[in-house]
């Protein structure tokens, strides 16, 4: 141990300064001023102070720290190492008696706080970071239907491995179907169970559980279910054949109202859903013809440029002003995300789905036309599946995508077409 001063006065400890050693200059070990019964003030290098208290017990010295100079004064850490002494001599170790305090209160703290309780706060705590308010309402309802009624008022400590099962295995009801929620509904057991497993992370940070996570798939739950992938295969969006387009866009225009003119809009850019109701008016550039989506607004979290055919302008000219293009009746508020989807089950096409529209529009694409596949994919806002030519991709084709999307434009503007289809052979390359 480094140099030693018997005991402390209140103005050497606040005029204490760290000196190098005259055996050792070149180290930046912390000296140690010695009050007496154990206690030292310790000095860094940096000259920042705190109490420790040194003692020996069966044969081997330990160092406990007491807290900083000046939160605790002269006095006080004179009263706490006395306190110390006292343990000893009662044959109690101080610090496993603190670690085993330090236990008790957390295990009091984590029985004082059920699951319900931590979501709550996850979600506070992590809400800011998300994109938008739908998020967080989608992480409060799934965990409110499926795992409240099981592990809800549960103390976040008592969730285990065989509640989480639970949650992954309880009976639900689907379209006349019944059966495990795993099996019958295995994208919504999968969301449940990661967000369980966020959850329970985070009330162990914060020291309201101890212990593993028990809703980890790794070496946990994967040996109690089997893989998502195994339990259904991918279901697509149901798409309109890319034949029909030219009828359906043509029925879809006679319509009146809004959301029809939302999803002929939704069409001709390939958007998604969210994408195309979000829209506001600062977002295009008429002139030029370009919505530009902030990354805010885009599953990929980067900015998109869509480039517009005249009729998808005339479409955003037609809409009367408010803060969203295609706004609810006081156009303060987006159009509702079920609007569009109401309206291709009132042409009687219930077995559609809005999203099923950028398949038919990639179909088209592929089956009907020679522009490359990742000009297609960029259109729909994909990340380019090869990492290496992702990474020296620096445009976005803006300039080739128009074309791309002209063309489109103009076969959705052909109503009568048969389902054998001339393909157009356009230099896009």
């Known amino acids: 141990m480094a140099r030693e001063i018997e005991m402390l006065s209140q103005k050497a400890t606040e005029h204490a300064k760290w000196k190098p050693s005259k055996e050792k200059p070149e180290a930046k070990r912390p000296i140690y001023l010695r009050d007496g019964g154990g206690l030292y ?41 006395k306190a110390k002494r006292k343990l000893l001599a009662e044959g109690v170790d101080p610090i496993d008696a603190r670690g085993t305090q330090r236990a008790q209160e957390a295990a009091q703290k984590a029985g004082a706080l059920n699951f319900a309780e931590c979501v709550k706060r996850y979600i506070v705590a992590n809400s800011s970071g998300w994109k938008n308010e739908k998020h967080a309402a989608q ?45 019958l509904l295995p994208e919504t057991a999968s ?76 069409i001709l850019t390939a958007a998604r859903t969210g994408e195309a109701i979000g829209a506001k008016p600062e977002e295009f550039d008429l002139k030029k013809g370009t919505w530009t989506i902030p990354a805010s607004r885009m599953k990929a979290g980067r900015e998109h440029r869509v480039p517009l ?76 599946s090869d990492k290496t030519e992702a990474a020296y991709r620096r445009g976005d084709l803006f300039e080739k995508r128009r074309l791309l999307m002209l063309d489109w434009a103009r076969y959705c503007n052909t109503p009568k077409r048969s389902a054998k289809v001339t393909p157009i052979r356009k230099g896009a390359a």
């Not at 992480?139 to 639970?166: C, F, H, K, M, N």
């Not at 009828?247 to 939704?266: I, S, V, Y």
């Not at 089950?345 to 950028?358: A, C, S």
């Open 41 to 81: 003030l310790q000095v860094s290098a940096a000259d920042t102070k705190s109490w420790i208290f040194v003692y020996t017990r069966a044969g081997k010295t330990r160092e406990m720290g007491l807290g900083s100079f000046p939160d605790y004064s002269l006095k006080e850490a004179r009263e706490s190492a």
């Open 139 to 183: 992480w409060q309802s799934t965990l409110d239907e499926y795992a409240a009624p099981i592990i809800g008022a549960l103390p976040v400590q008592d969730v285990d491995t065989a509640r989480v099962l639970r949650v992954l295995e309880q009976e639900v009801e689907r379209g006349g179907k019944k059966g495990r929620l795993w099996d």
């Open 191 to 266: 969301r449940v169970r990661g967000r369980i497993e966020k959850v329970l992370g985070w009330a162990k940070t914060h020291d309201y559980r101890k212990g593993d996570n028990p809703a980890v798939w790794r070496n946990n739950l994967q040996n109690s279910l089997p893989k998502r992938s195994k339990v259904q295969a991918v279901r697509h969006h149901p798409a309109l054949p890319y034949a029909e387009m030219g009828a359906f866009a043509q029925a879809l225009r006679a319509l009146p109202g809004t959301a029809p003119q939302a999803l002929e809009f939704c």
């Open 309 to 384: 055919s005249p009729r998808a302008v005339e479409i955003i000219k037609a809409q009367p002003e408010g803060a969203y293009v295609f706004g609810g009746r006081y156009k303060e508020t987006p159009l509702s995300n079920m609007a569009m989807l109401e309206v291709v089950r009132g042409m009687g096409r219930k077995d559609l789905t809005v999203h099923g529209f950028r398949s038919t529009f990639r179909d088209w694409a592929a089956e009907s036309t020679s522009y490359p596949n990742e000009l297609c994919e960029m259109a729909l806002a994909h990340t380019l």
